[in-house]
Every structure is written in structure tokens, then in C-alpha cells.
């Protein structure tokens, strides 16, 4: 399915954008390992999520959707057994799924198959199996790759773990096999990356203590069931962010958008270029912080991003360069190798598609040189999303500065984490 898209004049308006889906892959998991009966609201019914949510029923929770809550009775740390010997689980596009739910299988006494789509079989997952591994689990692949065949054990061999790469899935993995271990799990990793699993393990009842970028986790006898509501999106609300700051005259309000300090890298970074952002009516949702955000139009000017920024914004960057196409001066992004194993070649991705549109992006292996011009205009043309939501979404916001027509291949791939965006992009644009 292609997509056709046009300039616009400015945006305005009132953005909600859609829940959270790292929190929803979470809680959907930790609801499923509770005892009793959760609730997770405003959760993000994204192709993602639903993975995660159907592999869960499949290993005995019980997962009821009504008025866009899940109502979720847990199945236990221990989950219902295979009837026919193993679980075959088919996780999509969602590395999120794949690799935290490896953390999980890791401890089940059981056998369970997971495989995915084109995508998701090119993605390492070599850094979910070490460490696995290590613990105990008997884990084969496809020399690293899909599908991931996965013998349990209980207990499982506490672990001290230090990862040479700033990753939440694989320290959230390392953390959910941690319950299951004979003694006390240690991580470390080079940059804090995001923190929901260790808030809302918390929050339902396991031993953690975070210090900086070391987290500790005991095993548990078991989780309990809670009441939680998923924040919007910040990788969401980034498209809109972006939109009103590249587009003249633009003003935009966006609500209740999740801001975690491990997520909120983009916001800090666009203040630095001059961005007119304001962050208002700061509040505490389920042990996230929450905020709405006004988005003014600005003159930017350029600025450097390393390592020590790139996992606050990770998800970010694709859009992020589009934003400094349009900052004065040279950006240069670095330490962002992690882009090239996403659901694309992000850099590669990005690169390609942006020089078609006429913007001078050149890419490293590692990130990214932008020369960027203030009003510096696109011209629309035929562009690829390479079937990566994020791809799609970024492109889709290029087009609104794009002289002409922009025509987006593969558009409906933005299901994966935000059903609807069109829609959503269409009613802020005058
Ligand atoms: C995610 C972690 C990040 C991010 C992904 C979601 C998560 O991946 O890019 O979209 O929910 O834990 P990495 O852990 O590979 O950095």
C-alpha cells in the first residue's frame, strides 16, 4: 500500500497520541505473570502489542479487552504447559516481544518455538542468548538469528552481567530470568537505557534496587496483580514535535506524552538547537512521569549527539535528522551503530530516502552528517519506509515541507506502533 502526501501550510491543534508500547509490551507480560487480576489501561492496540498480548494467551493468562483496557488474569510466574510439547510463538515485527519473552521462556520448564517475519529474522539475538545461556537456558538459533528455540530451566543460575551495549531489551531479559534464578542478578550496561521494566517490576512486588546504570533483582516467589495506565508515547509524540517545529507558523499542543528521563533525550536536544517546546502540567501516572507539551515553530541551529545521548533518543533519530535538515549548520550524530539492526538499516534507511528528497545527509557507520539550511526546501518524489513504522512516520512529516507530492511506499507498516497516524497527521495540517 503507498501513500500520497502534500505540503502544508502550517499545523496546529491538539494531539493525543497513542499509549506507550514498551510499557504495554510490559505490563501485558508482568500482568500475565501475576497472581490475581490486572488492569492495564489506555494500551497501545498496535500490531506489536499484539503480538505480546497473543503469546501470553496462548501460555494460559487470560487477557479480556474491553472500552480500551486489558483486563488480564495472570497465569503465575510459572505458565501453563504446552499441550503438544512445545509453544510455537510468532512474534511479528517485535524485537520488544522476542527478546524480553526469551527472559521469561528462559525460566519455564517447558520447550517454546518463536519465530517472526522477514524483519525480524535479519535481527541479532545473539545478545539475548549469551547471557540466557549463561544462566542456564537451553537455547538454539539460526546462528544467532530467528527462529529461537528455547529449553527452560528452574531455578535458573544467578547472574552478574555487564553489556558492552546500552540495551533495554537485553537487560530487561536478563532481569525477568532474574525472578527465576537461585540467587541475586546483577546488570550493567555503558548508558542507562529506558527503565520501565524496573519500575514496574517494582511495582509489582519484586526485590530490585536500581543505582545508576547497575540494577540488582532477586528471585520471586511471585508478582502481584496491579492497576496501571499507559502513558502516551514519546516516540510517538515525536513526529508531531518534529512536524511543528519544521513547519512555519506551526503550534501545536501535544497530551499527556510519557516522559521518563531514559526517554526524553530528543526534548533536551532540540532546547539545546533553540526549539520553542514547553513542558507543562507535569504529573505521576503509574510510576512514569507524564506531561503535555506545546511545540512552537523554530529556527534551529545545528548541534553534535554521541553515545552517552543516543539510547535517551534512540528511536528518535530517524526524525531527528529531518529536523536538523532544517537546523543551520552541520549536525553530526555518532555512537548510534544500534540503528543499523532495527527494523531497517535505519541509517542506511534514512540516508537513501532523505537524498532523494533532496537533503544533504551523508551516512557514517555509525550515525549520521547532516548539512543543514534554515528553510532549506525538500522536493517530494517517490520514497521507500522499507516496511519500518518509523521510516513511514518520518517521511510522512518530511512531505509536509516537501515541494510537490510525496509518495510513501509500504505506508501501512506505521501499524506497528501507531494505528491511525495518518489520520492523526492529517487533522493537525491547514
Ligand atoms: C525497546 C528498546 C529499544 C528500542 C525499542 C523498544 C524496549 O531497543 O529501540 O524500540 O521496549 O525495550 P534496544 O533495547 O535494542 O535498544
Given at each position: 500500500?503507498?501513500?500520497?502526501l502534500k505540503k502544508t501550510n502550517y499545523v496546529s491543534g491538539v494531539v493525543e497520541v497513542p499509549a506507550d508500547k514498551s510499557v504495554t509490551h510490559r505490563a501485558v507480560m508482568l500482568s500475565s505473570l501475576a497472581e490475581g487480576n490486572s488492569i492495564v489501561r489506555n494500551y497501545l492496540p498496535s500490531d506489536d502489542c499484539n503480538r505480546t498480548i497473543e503469546a501470553f494467551c496462548q501460555m494460559g493468562a487470560e487477557i479480556k479487552i474491553d472500552n480500551g483496557s486489558l483486563y488480564i488474569k495472570g497465569a503465575g510466574l510459572k505458565l501453563a504447559k504446552p499441550q503438544n510439547g512445545k509453544y510455537n510463538i510468532y512474534a511479528g515485527n517485535s524485537g520488544t516481544t522476542t527478546r524480553l519473552l526469551s527472559g521469561i521462556l528462559a525460566g519455564q520448564k517447558f520447550e517454546a518455538v518463536i519465530t517472526g517475519?522477514?524483519?525480524?529474522?535479519?535481527?541479532p539475538m545473539r545478545r539475548v542468548i549469551l547471557p540466557l545461556?549463561?544462566?542456564?537456558?537451553?537455547?538454539?538459533?539460526n546462528d544467532g538469528l530467528l527462529p529461537l528455540i528455547i529449553k527452560g530451566r528452574n531455578p535458573l543460575k544467578a547472574l552478574n552481567y555487564e553489556s558492552d551495549k546500552s540495551t533495554a531489551q537485553v537487560k530487561s531479559a536478563v532481569l525477568f530470568a532474574g525472578l527465576y534464578a537461585d540467587g541475586v542478578t546483577t546488570y550493567k550496561e555503558p548508558a542507562k537505557?529506558?527503565?520501565?521494566?524496573?519500575?514496574?517490576?517494582?511495582?509489582?512486588g519484586a526485590d530490585i534496587t536500581v543505582s545508576g546504570n547497575f540494577v540488582t533483582v532477586y528471585p520471586a516467589e511471585r508478582l502481584t496483580a496491579q492497576d496501571i495506565t499507559v502513558p502516551g508515547d514519546i516516540s510517538s509524540a515525536a513526529f508531531f514535535i518534529a512536524a511543528a517545529l519544521i513547519v512555519p507558523d506551526s503550534n501545536?499542543?501535544?497530551?499527556?506524552?510519557?516522559?521518563?528521563p531514559t526517554r526524553d533525550g530528543l526534548i533536551e536536544v532540540l532546547k539545546q538547537m533553540g526549539a520553542d517546546i514547553t513542558l507543562t502540567n507535569m504529573r505521576e501516572i503509574s510510576q512514569e512521569p507524564v506531561c503535555d507539551i506545546v511545540v512552537k515553530y523554530s529556527k534551529l541551529k545545528a548541534v553534535d549527539i554521541d553515545a552517552s545521548l543516543v539510547p535517551r533518543m534512540v528511536d528518535e533519530i530517524p526524525v531527528f535528522v529531518l529536523i536538523a535538515t532544517q537546523a543551520s549548520g552541520v549536525t553530526r550524530i555518532s555512537g548510534a551503530k544500534e540503528l543499523r539492526v532495527k527494523e531497517s538499516d535505519r541509517i542506511e534507511a534514512v540516508t537513501s530516502q532523505f537524498k532523494k528528497l533532496g537533503a544533504q545527509v551523508e551516512s557514517l557507520e555509525d550515525g549520521f552528517i547532516i548539512n543543514?539550511?534554515?528553510?532549506?526546501?525538500?522536493?517530494?518524489?517517490?520514497?521507500?519506509?522499507?516496511?519500518?513504522?518509523?521510516?513511514?512516520?518520518?517521511l510522512a512529516v518530511a512531505s509536509l515541507i516537501a515541494e510537490g507530492e510525496t509518495v510513501i511506499r509500504d505506508s501501512h507498516c506505521v501499524d506497528i506502533s501507531f494505528p491511525g497516524f495518518y489520520k492523526v497527521l492529517k487533522n493537525i495540517c491547514r
Open positions: 500500500m503507498e501513500i500520497k517475519d522477514d524483519s525480524l529474522s535479519k535481527r545461556s549463561q544462566m542456564g537456558a537451553d537455547i538454539k538459533s537505557s529506558r527503565d520501565h521494566s524496573e519500575r514496574m517490576l517494582k511495582a509489582f501545536l499542543s501535544i497530551r499527556n506524552v510519557g516522559v521518563n543543514g539550511n534554515s528553510g532549506f526546501n525538500l522536493t517530494g518524489t517517490v520514497v521507500d519506509s522499507f516496511e519500518d513504522h518509523r521510516i513511514a512516520m518520518t
